[in-house]
């Protein structure tokens, strides 16, 4: 088993905090994952219940526990309560020192920064703190949106053949992106 990630990670930046999902975020998670974009590019349920938000919370607590990933609840700071998205973080199972990010951010917080800046954080977190080698990022050429979070985020996409990716029924084809050294 891997070592387990911490289970109260907690970042704070100078407009963003991340920190794990907690109960009270329950009825507040439907607004922000229910949503046409997130059931196209994100392999989070849809329709998105207040039944998967308890899963995606039993999940992010299980992940974390055993030393595959954290889910985090993209928050602005000073307002820790309010969730506004989710960042993931992921051991690459196939290439040890590889943490792969992922993020949703709801509908009504879209357009803020929030993603770009959660995706600077998290990297940061994972070189620093939780010593990984490489941060990517795999992202549908198609999805333009998260394309420009990418290359804003100083993201680079990486001279590597596409990536299929099973998720909801069908492989999806997927670019790797790399935050440069």
Known sequence: MLASFPSDVRIVGTDLSLRPWEPHDLPRMPALFDDPEVARWTALPSPFDLTAARARV?????????????????????????????????????????????YAIGPAHRGMGLASGSLRLCARLARRELDFERVILRIAPENVPSLRVARSAGFVPADLPLFHRPMKGRVHALETWILPD
Do not use: F, N, Y
Not at 66 to 72: A, D, H, N, S, V
Not at 85 to 93: A, F, H, N, T, V
């Open 58 to 102: 039993a999940r992010s607590h299980r992940l974390a526990a055993g030393g595959l990933g954290l889910q985090l609840a993209v928050t602005l700071t000073g307002e820790e309560r309010v969730p506004r998205g989710e960042i993931g973080l992921m051991r690459d199972p196939d290439e040890p020192g590889t943490a792969e990010l992922g």
